[in-house]
């Protein structure tokens, strides 16, 4: 990959929406990167931009839906600022390409999930009037270091948070899923030139690491394996926390397992999608794990770190999905007590298997299966946040909160914790006791102010 050339031009400001998941936020980073060494700076405001992108999702309908609606604002403001520049990236762009272009004509530019490094050639062919689609994929090809070297060099500041791609794509193919289309196969980077952004990013003050992949822990590159990668970036100096998402089910062994023991900064935390109870509809979803192995992987957390906070993802509705199979999920529910569920509707994909599969169902059983679903799950979720409570915990200081005087921060299990104190600032690590639990939140005192972070 090309350099991108420092631009002495006028500097000018851009607005990047972004709609999906943390990939998605990931690659919004990466282009406001990318798009600074244009002499591009952020803005809030879209009025105030000279260059809007949408970084769009295609995970359910109604995610491709608002980027829709958003061309249609952002025509209007268009018609008033006609050098205004509209680019629309991400997995709908991937999947769409052309069809954006002519369904709206505001757009000047559409570009897929492997193309966002080439933002500033789009660019300049965009000023000379130049319509352009560019959305072509990278050669096939299992190790690729994704991210040029050139697009964290010279980072500045990314917070006391920060997330990093260590894979992307996905080979997996369950039949509900539009990933696979959008960000094309399963690739990883080279385990030097994720070691390499990791490094950069704990030397500009970085004290959590979030890795990303559609299947991370499926991480394979010059015979480093995912286990293994944890294990060196568990040995960088400054990294006080490491986490990982999305795994899949299939790929969580014991080896890793035993990670969460062995390494101090991989956090007690793991997100484990489980999709549906019924065995039935995980194979018709092809997830490859049943109920039974399922459980044997939640034991194999727990047996090991029985505080250990689990999180998962449940689709309702699934086509053909019968009132049984649905209480099989609500018996996992139940049975697994997970501290955090995302939980969606299922939604139709175009291209994928599931939506030519027969018997889909009415919009309000799926609706109300939902809402029984997030009942029992809020109850469980009040219950595990009382039960915290009197306990002593780590939290990292994210920053303040929006009450005056206090701040707002994550535990090792990714509990957002506030506390009535005003005498810390991001970064700090402190030792505190949980007061009080709300809905989606803890609240805490501090103990004590175990290490101070610069
Ligand atoms: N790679 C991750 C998930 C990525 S998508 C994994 O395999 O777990 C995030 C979540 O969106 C999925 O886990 C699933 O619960 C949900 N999802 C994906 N496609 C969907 C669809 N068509 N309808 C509803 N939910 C969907
Ligand atoms: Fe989608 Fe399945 Fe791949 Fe996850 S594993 S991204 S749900 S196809
Ligand atoms: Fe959405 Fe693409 Fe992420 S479809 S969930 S932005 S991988």
């Given at each position: 990959?090309?350099?991108?050339?420092?631009?002495?031009?006028?500097?000018?400001?851009?607005?990047?929406?972004t709609?999906?998941?943390q990939?998605?936020e990931?690659?919004?980073?990466?282009?406001f990167?990318?798009?600074?060494h244009?002499?591009?700076?952020?803005?809030?405001?879209?009025?105030?931009a000279?260059?809007?992108i949408?970084n769009?999702?295609?995970i359910?309908e109604?995610?491709?839906n608002?980027?829709?609606?958003?061309?249609?604002?952002?025509?209007?403001?268009?018609?008033?600022?006609?050098?205004?520049k509209?680019?629309?990236g991400?997995c709908?762009?991937?999947?769409e390409g052309?069809?954006?272009?002519?369904?709206?004509?505001s757009?000047?530019f559409?570009?897929?999930?492997d193309?966002?490094?080439?933002?500033?050639?789009?660019?300049?062919?965009v000023?000379?009037?130049?319509?352009?689609?560019?959305?072509?994929r990278?050669?096939?090809?299992?190790?690729?270091n994704?991210?040029?070297?050139y697009?964290f060099q010279?980072?500045?500041h990314?917070?006391?948070?920060?997330?990093?791609?260590?894979t992307?794509?996905?080979?997996?193919?369950?039949?509900?899923?539009?990933?696979?289309?959008?960000?094309?196969?399963?690739?990883?980077?080279?385990?030097?030139n994720?070691l390499?952004e990791?490094?950069?990013?704990?030397?500009?003050?970085t004290?959590?690491i979030?890795?990303?992949?559609?299947?991370?822990?499926?991480?394979?590159?010059?015979?480093?394996?995912?286990v293994?990668?944890?294990?060196?970036?568990?040995?960088l100096?400054?990294?006080q926390?490491?986490r990982?998402?999305s795994?899949?089910p299939?790929d969580?062994?014991?080896?890793?397992?035993?990670?969460?023991?062995?390494l101090?900064?991989?956090?007690?935390?793991?997100?484990?999608?489980?999709?549906?109870?019924?065995?039935?509809?995980?194979?018709?979803m092809?997830?490859?794990?049943?109920?039974?192995?399922?459980?044997?992987?939640?034991?194999?957390?727990?047996?090991?770190?029985?505080?250990?906070t689990?999180?998962?993802?449940?689709?309702?509705?699934?086509?053909?999905?019968?009132?049984?199979?649905?209480?099989m999920?609500?018996?996992?529910v139940?049975?697994?007590?997970?501290?955090?569920?995302?939980?969606?509707k299922?939604?139709?994909?175009p291209?994928?298997?599931?939506a030519?599969?027969?018997?889909?169902?009415?919009?309000d059983?799926k609706?109300?299966?939902?809402?029984?679903?997030?009942e029992?799950?809020g109850?469980i979720?009040q219950?595990?946040n009382e039960?915290?409570?009197?306990?002593?915990?780590?939290?990292?200081?994210?920053?303040?909160?929006y009450r005056?005087?206090s701040i707002?921060?994550?535990?090792?299990?990714?509990?957002?914790?506030?506390i009535?104190?005003?005498?810390?600032?991001?970064g700090d690590?402190?030792?505190?006791?949980?007061?009080?639990?709300?809905?989606?939140?803890?609240?805490?005192?501090?103990?004590?102010k175990?290490?101070?972070?610069?």
């Open positions: 990959m090309e350099e991108a050339s420092q631009n002495t031009e006028t500097v000018k400001k851009v607005f990047i929406q709609y999906g998941c990939m998605n990931y690659d919004t980073e990466k282009m990167e990318v798009l600074k244009q002499n591009y700076f952020q803005t809030d405001s879209r009025e105030d000279d260059l809007i949408l769009t999702c295609s359910r109604k995610a491709e608002k980027v829709y609606s958003e061309l249609g604002r952002l025509r209007k403001l268009k018609s008033v600022k006609p050098e205004l509209i680019g629309v991400g709908v762009a991937q999947q052309k069809a954006i272009l002519r369904r709206e004509a757009v000047d559409v570009f897929g999930t193309n966002l490094f080439e933002l500033p050639e789009m660019l300049k062919k000023s000379r009037g130049q319509e352009i689609i560019q959305t072509k990278h050669a096939r090809q299992k190790v690729r994704f991210i040029p070297e697009a010279q980072t500045q990314h917070g006391i948070k920060a997330h990093l791609a260590i992307k794509g996905c080979n997996n193919h369950c039949s509900f899923c539009v990933v696979p289309f959008t960000r094309g196969i399963e690739v990883s980077r080279e385990p030097e994720i390499a990791a490094q950069r990013l704990t030397s500009a003050g004290r959590e979030c890795l990303l992949g559609q299947n991370v822990n499926s991480y394979k590159a010059n015979g480093v394996d995912f293994e990668l944890l294990h060196r970036l568990d040995e100096e400054n990294l926390r490491l990982f998402i795994p899949h299939k969580f062994h014991e080896e890793l397992a035993d990670a969460f023991v062995t101090p900064s991989l956090c007690e935390q793991m997100h484990l999608p489980l999709q549906s109870g019924s065995d039935r509809i995980l194979r018709r092809r997830r490859w794990y049943t109920m039974e192995t399922f459980y044997e992987k939640v034991a194999m957390l727990r047996d090991r770190l029985p505080e250990a689990l999180s998962t993802d449940l689709i309702v509705g699934f086509p053909g999905e019968t009132e049984e199979e649905f209480e999920t609500m018996e996992a139940r049975t697994i007590r997970f501290d955090l569920i995302y939980s969606f299922y939604s139709t994909r291209g994928t298997r599931a030519e599969y027969p018997e889909h169902l009415a919009e059983v609706s109300k299966r939902l809402q029984i679903l997030l029992t799950q109850k979720v219950e595990k039960a915290l409570v009197g306990s002593i915990q780590e939290v990292l200081v994210q920053g303040k909160h005056k005087n707002t921060g994550r535990t090792r299990g990714n509990h957002s914790v506030h009535n104190d005003s005498c810390a600032i991001a690590l402190l030792s505190v006791r949980i007061t009080g639990a709300l809905h989606n939140s803890l609240e805490a005192e501090i103990i004590s175990s290490t101070v972070l610069s």
